[in-house]
């Protein structure tokens, strides 16, 4: 099973700043990663696939990267409604997994 | 438009069995993988299981691998989840979400249904 570590688990900033968060799986994933947005009594949204592609309807302030082992979203400007927990994804294989989320919260 | 409506959440006593339900429109159902992923309260999310259009070809994870038990009927554009032997930590909510409408990720969610495993 791939295990997808994400760091840090809390990022506290404010509205207008730059926000980087990370995911590592334990075992290569080439692209294969997804990022879900997940706001409190919501289902998750999906944002990114395949590690840098916005799904449809996403914002440009938010990308993807990496692949391999190591990938990164980032927000680069943050608005009000960014503020959430967020979630990366792989379909390497079997199973599929998720990380264990960043909650980004209001500084 | 996609829609997922998940239905047959409730509280069940530890041991028990309850059977959920995923009514799905909008897509050609029989053409897709169906996923149940879960939520435990508070906490992250977990895929539970997958079952490909036709049936055939079906994964679970390792912690409900031999309890729970996946399936659909393409005439009625449902997916089903038949859960036995259920523990206290199966208490979540239970999404349904099909995979490769237009990515191999979940971008179609429906509202979920809780499960509730408690005596």
């Known amino acids: 099973e791939i295990v997808l570590t994400q760091s840090p688990a809390t990022l506290s900033l404010s509205p207008g700043e730059r926000a980087t968060l990370s995911c590592r799986a334990s075992?290569?994933?080439?692209?294969?990663l997804a990022w879900y947005q997940q706001k409190p009594g919501q289902a998750p949204r999906l944002l990114i696939y395949?590690?840098?592609k916005r799904a449809t309807g996403i914002p440009a302030r938010f990308s993807g990267s990496g692949s391999g082992t190591d990938f990164t979203l980032t927000i680069s400007s943050l608005e009000p409604e960014d503020f959430a927990v967020y979630y990366c994804?792989?379909?390497?294989?079997?199973?599929?997994?998720f990380g264990g989320g960043t909650k980004v919260e209001i500084k | 438009e996609v829609q997922l409506v998940e239905s047959g959440g409730g509280l069940v006593q530890p041991g028990g069995s309850l059977r959920l339900s995923c009514e799905a429109s909008g897509f050609t159902f029989s053409s897709y993988e169906m996923n149940w992923v879960r939520q435990a309260p508070g906490k992250g999310l977990e895929w539970v299981s997958s079952i490909g259009g036709s049936g055939s070809t079906i994964y679970y994870a390792d912690s409900v691998k031999g309890r729970f038990t996946i399936s659909r009927d393409n005439a009625k554009n449902s997916l089903y989840l038949q859960m036995n032997s259920l523990r206290a930590e199966d208490t979540a909510v239970y999404y349904c979400?099909?995979?490769?409408?237009?990515?191999?990720?979940?971008?179609?969610w429906g509202q979920g249904t809780l499960v509730t495993v408690s005596s």
């Open positions: 075992q290569g994933v080439n692209s294969y």
């Open positions: 979400a099909p995979r490769g409408l237009t990515t191999w990720y979940f971008n179609y």
């Open positions: 994804q792989h379909r390497q294989n079997w199973p599929l997994t």
């Open positions: 395949d590690a840098y």
